[in-house]
């Protein structure tokens, strides 16, 4: 009975931990930008930089630790991480100039990087093979609480408070979260243990496992698309004159991840992705044509529902797949590889989009991307989905 159980104490401290390192992420991710131009005059290509360098840096991170994390050791690598995730929390508070406030963002989100790689990679072996896809969506749900709570507590403290009492309360959190990883026990099976002379030089398969590639290219799409949604948001309800729904947008976008994880995680397991990744491009399309015509606060916020459905369910779904197409001595490696294409997609989307958007409006973007999902079907059948026997 123990083999199947999900919620251990280890799954529920891993998931803990995972939560207050993306919510620091999203709380400051709304005010890093504008910080930079209050305190340090800051040019807008400056402040845009000082949010993706973040975002770069976790790239970054993700791809070296995944090479390192069986030699140095699960839990080993979270208090690393964490540790140092707080020591450059730190950092915010000396004041130089811009270039300095860089190369704090790199190094916060290089931390990060480390970090939650080492969490992806230990909730993937506490969860039992039989429940995997259910218990990467559980646990999927601590990102998608802080993408929502977050922003909202960035946004709520930067209109009451300094910025400084904002960075005292990411650096608390760091410690919060440095301090529960001593509370894991994980055991990592023989097979990590001796994988370390697998991994010596520099090739490529050292950094990236390359049984998750396909699926994880279907993930740096589906983030591209997503990216244009987290970036432009703002921008497109200012343009269509719905700020105030605006700002419940990802509210209810989280809110229809949580209720149907349980499903679709359950779904995944004994049925296969194909039953959660089929239906959630169709929702994803639908959701981003919908946006596109929004024209009242209640078609916005619709929109928001069916793009988490869709894009939502299909992010931890992508991520049970990366962990279960490889083995379990090159696990960590392959929760890095998801990431990796994850965070390419989010943090170069909107530099990409960027071109198009100064030739069309906001909704003609949008109605654009809901094809590019659509396409992706296709790609995503060739890829993997065609391949698809069972989910055992």
């Not at 790199?106 to 480390?114: E, Q, V």
């Not at 230990?122 to 093979?129: C, D, L, R, T």
């Not at 890829?383 to 698809?388: E, M, N, P, T």
């Amino acid at each position: 009975m123990n083999e199947t159980k999900l919620w251990t104490k280890d799954f529920i401290i891993t998931s803990t931990i995972n939560f207050l390192l993306t919510s620091v992420f999203y709380l400051l991710v709304v005010i890093v930008a504008v910080y930079a131009k209050t305190e340090f005059h800051a040019t807008t290509s400056q402040a845009g930089l000082a949010t993706g360098i973040f975002i770069i840096a976790t790239l970054i991170g993700r791809l070296f630790i995944g090479r390192g994390i069986n030699s140095i050791g699960y839990k080993r690598t979270l208090l690393i991480g964490t540790c140092l995730f707080a020591l450059s929390s730190f950092l915010y508070f000396i004041q130089l100039n811009i270039w300095f406030f860089l190369v704090v963002r790199f190094l916060h989100g290089l931390t990060l990087g480390i970090a939650g790689t080492a969490t992806g990679t230990i909730v993937a072996q506490v969860i039992p093979n039989s429940r995997k896809g259910e218990g990467i969506g559980y646990y999927s749900m601590s990102s998608t609480l802080a993408t929502a709570i977050g922003p909202f507590i960035g946004l709520l403290l930067s209109q009451h408070v300094s910025f400084l009492i904002v960075f005292g309360l990411c650096t608390l959190l760091g410690i919060i979260a440095f301090i529960t990883s001593f509370f894991i026990q994980v055991t990592e099976p023989e097979e990590v243990k001796k994988a370390e002379k697998d991994v010596k030089g520099f090739k490529l398969s050292n950094f990236i496992e390359p049984k998750a590639i396909p699926i994880s290219f279907i993930m740096i799409i589906a983030a591209l698309c997503y990216s244009g949604v987290l970036s432009f948001m703002n921008f497109y309800a200012q343009e269509i004159g719905l700020v105030e729904a605006s700002s419940f947008f990802f509210f209810v976008y989280s809110i229809a991840i949580l209720c149907s994880r349980p499903f679709s995680g359950r779904l995944l397991d004994v049925k296969g992705p194909n039953y959660v990744m089929y239906p959630a491009f169709i929702l994803f399309s639908i959701g981003l044509i919908v946006l596109s015509a929004a024209h009242n606060s209640f078609v916005l916020l619709f929109s928001g529902v069916l793009i988490g459905l869709g894009y939502g369910n299909m992010q931890s779904c992508i991520q049970a797949v990366a962990v279960k197409v490889t083995t379990i001595h090159r696990m960590g490696l392959a929760t890095s590889t998801f990431f990796i294409f994850l965070d390419a997609g989010l943090g170069f989307g909107p530099y990409l989009l960027g071109f198009i958007e100064p030739y069309t409006t906001y909704s003609q973007l949008y109605f654009s991307l809901s094809f590019v999902v659509l396409a992706t079907v296709i790609l995503y059948f060739f890829l993997h989905g065609r391949k698809v026997k069972n989910f055992q």
